[in-house]
């Protein structure tokens, strides 16, 4: 089984910063991709960032040169640093990991957590 924990969301005010993390743990093989998605009322689920098991990256246009994802093999964790915090970044943010385990490959999500933005 595979679990999914997503820490550092919060309210802040615009122009703030905040730092999500996402820890994978359990039987695990490997893990390739992992990414970040939102979702704010009304709106679309959104890919926000995403990184290769080669850390390369990819980004949606909203968030380009104020988002970073970045990844710790060693701890099984994805980050997502955000700077520049504007109203229209808040959202649910979910993080999503490819897994490989002893008897399945799948993408798992984590539970999810706000992020508010105050103008």
């Known amino acids: 089984q595979v679990q999914l924990v997503e820490s550092g969301g919060g309210l802040v005010q615009a122009g703030g910063s905040l730092r999500l993390s996402c820890a994978v743990s359990?039987?695990?093989?490997?893990?390739?991709?992992m990414g970040w998605y939102r979702q704010a009322p009304g709106k679309q689920h959104e890919l926000v960032a995403s990184i290769t098991s080669g850390s390369s990256t990819d980004y949606a246009d909203s968030v380009k040169g104020r988002f970073t994802i970045a990844r710790d093999n060693s701890n099984n964790t994805v980050y997502l640093q955000m700077n520049s915090l504007n109203p229209e970044d808040s959202a649910v943010y979910y993080c999503?990991?490819?897994?490989?385990?002893?008897?399945?490959?799948?993408?798992?999500w984590g539970q999810g957590t706000q992020v508010t933005v105050s103008s």
């Open positions: 359990g039987s695990i093989f490997s893990i390739n991709a």
């Open positions: 999503n990991v490819a897994v490989r385990t002893t008897v399945f490959t799948g993408r798992y």
